[in-house]
């Protein structure tokens, strides 16, 4: 199974876009990012038990993981995006309940939802 991330899109410098992950189960989802010519990079995670939460530090404060279980969704709410967040995002699944930011951590990688930050 492979997730597949959507709601990308053009916003302005300032904006707001909320990403969707449909995810179903007791797993751990990660967002990751990759812009073009660049690794792809962690962004943020939350886990299946008590919805802990993890940010890199480019992000946090900005934007925000959260789930729907009983919609099998997870989000990522990005607010005051910049720039630099124009990227692919990608969401994917933790092979354990716990959080991390290192991509070979995760699997079932989906086809990742364009997100384009203007000025």
């Known amino acids: 199974v492979q997730l597949q991330a959507s709601g990308g899109g053009l916003v302005q410098a300032g904006g707001s876009l909320r990403l969707s992950c449909a995810a179903s189960?007791?797993?751990?989802v990660g967002w990751f990012r990759q812009a073009p010519g660049n690794e792809r990079e962690f962004v943020a995670a939350?886990?299946?038990?008590?919805?802990?939460?993890l940010y890199s530090d480019s992000v946090r404060g900005r934007f925000t993981v959260s789930r729907d279980n009983a919609q099998n969704q997870v989000y990522l709410q990005m607010n005051n995006v910049k720039r630099e967040d124009t990227a692919t995002y990608y969401c994917?699944?933790?092979?354990?309940?716990?959080?991390?930011?290192?991509?070979?951590?995760?699997?079932?990688w989906g086809q990742g939802t364009l997100v384009t930050v203007s000025s």
């Open positions: 939350t886990s299946w038990y008590k919805s802990n939460t």
């Open positions: 189960g007791r797993i751990s």
């Open positions: 994917a699944i933790s092979y354990s309940a716990s959080l991390s930011t290192r991509r070979d951590q995760y699997r079932s």
